[in-house]
């Protein structure tokens, strides 16, 4: 057979006279069957298909003078099943949207280009917010829901708007990492870890483990860290009613208790826990308040936020509040004070441990009214919340904890020759415990607050036969 070349135009009465015969009869059944199978488009059969002009513009149109029956009965036949078809085709449109709106494909595509229309339109139509990536050669890429993948591309919208949809933010793919993994590792913007981070302590309140690590192999389990017990529950805990939303505050809580290199600090993360929720009693947005915890407070994490996420969202109308509860240690040289994050290490400070005079620093810079700081930790490296590294000795007097720069205030849980200590009845550290206490009973400012804590920490350290003086530094400060 040779090559098909372009069709050549059919004279009409050779069409009439072919569709009048048993091979004409028995072509409208072909192209019959194949529309009804949706092998064919109806288009081609009404005008303008392959056939140059369409089966059904060669059949005649029926006159009274000359109209066989045969061609008649074609033509009729072949208008009904075009007519019934086009009929199917419409009626399946309602369907095949919903099976578009399902696809993970186009879910995915709009996620990955915070297309926030398409993908509102896509989930209206009963796409799936975890529908998962099937069947694409790349472990890393195989089972990732449209949260990940917008976690991986950066698209804060499309994060956001998919948590608001009910996106499970604990999903795993089948490499074993959620959203905030994929965010971190393709280096998604702070906001967007910060939004996810905080979604995933929502949904696992009693968590404090770190982030889920990429699985040895594509199929196996993740196992979680260990948490630590939980903290007794605290009549420092309840808060008041709540304030009218301060829009413009921002504050950056970070409470480590288990470690990956140094002993634990005792009951950190429920401090963490529950200045967190006095700050929103006060009034802070829950968004713009970041809570760092357990294996989250990195070195890397707790800089970035103080360094770059904080500069970036705060401005001239803002009250910052920064709060640590764990560790900090001293420099054996230099008396030089460092906190300590989780993956800190006290035998290498400067490349593990975050500067107090650091933190001082960027919190000074920063284009906000007022800056307050409070330290539930020590850096004598003689006990409590204090660490040396092995061999070293207690430092007693020489540690420079640093005067706080303009525009900044510092509540410190105890002077630099001393230890911290906690109360086990209530789950706190002392001075922490103490500072909830203040805040309930109305003591809205640093200084307020100060004077009514000190002597009572100063009283249950003497009960447990220690010295801690807390630090007040700088101006007063509301909080």
Known sequence: MGRLDAP??????????????????????????????????????????????????????????????????????????VAAQLAARQAQAPAQANADASEPSALHDAARDCDVARLNQLLDAGGNVDARLRGTGDQVSEGMTPLMTA?????????????????????QSRWGWTAENYADHFHASADVRAMLHNAYLEAHPETAAA????????????????????APVSDADATGPRAAERPHDYALVIGIEKYSRVPDARFAEHDADAMKNHLIALGYPERNIILLKGGHA????????????????????????????????????????YLVPWDGDPMFLKSTAYPLKSLYASLGKLNARRVLIALDSCFSGAGGRSVLADGARPLVSRVDTTAA????????????????????????????????KSLNDGKLTARAAYRELKPRVEDEAHRQNREQTPLLLGADAPF
């Open 8 to 81: 050549r135009q059919v004279p009409q009465a050779h069409a009439e006279d072919f569709l009048r015969g048993p091979a004409g009869v028995l072509l409208c059944a072909i192209f019959a069957s194949a529309t009804w199978a949706g092998c064919a488009d109806p288009g081609s059969l009404a005008g303008g298909g392959a056939f140059g002009g369409g089966m059904m513009a060669a059949a005649p149109a029926a006159d009274a003078g000359n109209a066989a029956p045969t061609s008649g009965l074609q033509g009729n036949l072949m208008q009904s099943l």
């Open 151 to 171: 976690a991986k591309s950066d698209q804060l919208d499309c994060v956001r708007l998919l948590l608001a949809r009910g996106a499970r933010v604990d999903a």
């Open 211 to 230: 982030p889920a690590t990429p699985a040895a192999a594509a199929d196996a389990p993740v196992a979680a860290a260990p948490s630590a017990p939980a």
């Open 298 to 337: 990195t070195r890397g994490e707790v800089q970035g936020y103080v360094e770059e996420w904080l500069p970036r969202n705060v401005g001239p109308q803002s009250e910052v509040f920064v709060y640590f509860s764990g560790h900090g240690s001293p420099d054996p040289k230099n008396g030089d004070a």
């Open 405 to 436: 720069p303009a525009r900044v205030t510092v509540l410190s849980a105890a002077s630099g020759d001393e230890i911290t200590g906690t109360i086990d009845s209530q789950g706190h550290g002392a001075f922490t415990y103490y500072l909830l």
